[in-house]
């Protein structure tokens, strides 16, 4: 009867553990109680994988398994085949595996991720519109940067209504084309967040076109979208200053770019004003004008060099001619001839020197130094 009842082969208890026992062959044995029963339970070696903790007395646990007859005592009991805490831990049981199944599916993988632009125009927030979490965004966001567009989608994050509001705001700003979005809110318990660890809004998350940044909960929180965003921020205040750049940094970054332009311009003007210094050295250098004045100017000292060279020849042929005149002078017949001598030839020109050279009745020609005069040879005496 017990085997053919579908229901009681698949159902939860929930109670509280007693008698807890480890066996050495790998079995637990243990009893599951409240204040208004008391049921046996035993969990197999082999289901041991279905137990993510360690059981111990004074649990509150929720026990998933089959009831059948133990046939040796006559007594029924309950056959564990999984084991999750109750309340919180049955959430973080689902939050775990959640976890595995998303990362398995690659969703957490870091090539997924996209960089958060590092200037926006604008903000797109999803979170309540009332509650600190929105203020402390809009103030630091204003504050670091008053030109950035914030535009919030007050969305329901907590409930029932949570997942298909959180992810309507999700798709409503990405059809705007806001820059960067934050999905979050302030902290609460491990229900208060459950929204962002539904598969849903991981799904539309993982699959927005726009930078997504998680803020849900206190820095100690983690959900489930913070795995799926690009950035994960601890707080909604951490988000802002992660999503919205300090205008005074940007400021100040673009003074020491203007001022390092400004460096290496009047660097490059010196050099380049130094290179134009030494080319126009060389061109002049090389110039045709300064070639010609340099040949005018060696053509100039050839000048005074063959002036001067010419200058030295002439005085030392005037100084030879001087010489040759003096020489000349004296062996000169007219120098002869005025100092009282006189040159005498016959008819046909010749010289006399020699009474050798004459007869008598013989004509000459005398030349004196003013004139000449013809006479005849009376007589010839030598001796």
Same mark, same amino acid.
């Given at each position: 009867?017990?085997?053919?009842?579908?229901?009681?082969?698949?159902?939860?208890?929930?109670?509280?553990?007693?008698?807890?026992?480890?066996?050495?062959?790998?079995?637990?044995?243990?009893?599951?109680?409240?204040?208004?029963?008391?049921?046996?339970?035993?969990?197999?070696?082999?289901?041991?994988?279905?137990?993510?903790?360690?059981?111990?007395?004074?649990?509150?646990?929720?026990?998933?398994?089959?009831?059948?007859?133990?046939?040796?005592?006559?007594?029924?009991?309950?056959?564990?085949?999984?084991?999750?805490?109750?309340?919180?831990?049955?959430?973080?049981?689902?939050?775990?595996?959640?976890?595995?199944?998303?990362?398995?599916?690659?969703?957490?993988?870091?090539?997924?991720?996209?960089?958060?632009?590092?200037?926006?125009?604008?903000?797109?927030?999803?979170? #309540?519109?009332?509650?600190? +979490? $929105? *203020? =402390? %965004?809009?103030? !630091?966001?204003?504050?670091?940067?008053? /030109?950035?567009?914030? &535009?919030?989608?007050?969305?329901?994050?907590?409930?029932?209504?949570?997942?298909?509001?959180?992810?309507?705001?999700?798709?409503?700003?990405?059809?705007?084309?806001?820059?960067?979005?934050?999905?979050?809110?302030?902290?609460?318990?491990?229900?208060?967040?459950?929204?962002?660890?539904?598969?849903?809004?991981?799904?539309?998350?993982?699959?927005?076109?726009?930078?997504?940044?998680?803020?849900?909960?206190?820095?100690?929180?983690?959900?489930?979208?913070?795995?799926?965003?690009?950035?994960?921020?601890?707080?909604?205040? #951490?988000?802002?200053?992660? +999503? $919205? *750049? =300090? %205008?005074?940094? !940007?400021?100040?970054?673009?003074?020491? /770019?203007?001022?390092? &332009?400004?460096?290496?311009?009047?660097?490059?003007?010196?050099?380049?004003?130094?290179?134009?210094?030494?080319?126009?050295?060389?061109?002049?250098?090389?110039?045709?004008?300064?070639?010609?004045?340099?040949?005018?100017?060696?053509?100039?000292?050839?000048?005074?060099?063959?002036?001067?060279?010419?200058?030295?020849?002439?005085?030392?042929?005037?100084?030879?001619?001087?010489?040759?005149?003096?020489?000349?002078?004296?062996?000169?017949?007219?120098?002869?001839?005025?100092?009282?001598?006189?040159?005498?030839?016959?008819?046909?020109?010749?010289?006399?020197?020699?009474?050798?050279?004459?007869?008598?009745?013989?004509?000459?020609?005398?030349?004196?130094?003013?004139?000449?005069?013809?006479?005849?040879?009376?007589?010839?005496?030598?001796?």
């Amino acid at each position: 009867m017990f085997r053919q009842d579908y229901l009681l082969q698949n159902l939860y208890v929930k109670g509280e553990v007693s008698n807890c026992k480890y066996h050495t062959s790998g079995h637990i044995y243990f009893t599951l109680k409240d204040p208004k029963g008391v049921v046996n339970c035993v969990m197999f070696a082999g289901n041991r994988t279905g137990l993510s903790f360690r059981l111990s007395e004074g649990q509150q646990v929720i026990v998933l398994g089959s009831v059948d007859v133990y046939e040796r005592d006559g007594k029924y009991q309950m056959y564990a085949k999984q084991i999750l805490q109750d309340g919180n831990g049955l959430l973080y049981e689902k939050y775990e595996r959640m976890k595995r199944e998303l990362e398995e599916a690659g969703m957490f993988a870091q090539e997924y991720k996209r960089p958060i632009p590092p200037f926006i125009k604008t903000l797109g927030v999803v979170t #309540a519109d009332t509650g600190a +979490a $929105v *203020r =402390d %965004i809009i103030q !630091i966001a204003h504050r670091r940067n008053p /030109y950035v567009q914030i &535009i919030l989608y007050p969305a329901i994050v907590q409930g029932d209504a949570a997942v298909p509001s959180i992810i309507n705001g999700i798709h409503a700003l990405e059809q705007i084309g806001v820059d960067v979005m934050i999905v979050g809110r302030g902290g609460g318990s491990i229900e208060d967040l459950w929204a962002f660890n539904e598969r849903e809004v991981a799904q539309a998350v993982f699959d927005c076109s726009v930078p997504i940044i998680s803020a849900v909960g206190h820095e100690t929180d983690t959900t489930i979208i913070d795995y799926v965003s690009d950035l994960r921020a601890p707080t909604p205040s #951490a988000a802002a200053e992660l +999503a $919205v *750049r =300090d %205008i005074r940094d !940007i400021c100040g970054e673009l003074e020491a /770019y203007r001022e390092r &332009i400004q460096f290496l311009m009047n660097r490059r003007v010196r050099e380049t004003r130094g290179l134009a210094e030494k080319l126009e050295l060389r061109l002049k250098a090389a110039s045709p004008a300064a070639r010609i004045r340099e040949k005018k100017m060696h053509a100039a000292r050839l000048e005074e060099i063959l002036q001067a060279e010419m200058e030295r020849i002439l005085t030392n042929r005037r100084h030879k001619l001087d010489v040759y005149i003096a020489k000349m002078k004296g062996l000169s017949p007219l120098e002869k001839l005025s100092s009282g001598y006189s040159y005498v030839t016959d008819e046909t020109g010749r010289n006399i020197r020699s009474v050798e050279q004459i007869t008598e009745g013989e004509k000459l020609n005398i030349r004196f130094s003013d004139g000449t005069a013809s006479a005849m040879i009376d007589k010839v005496k030598k001796g």
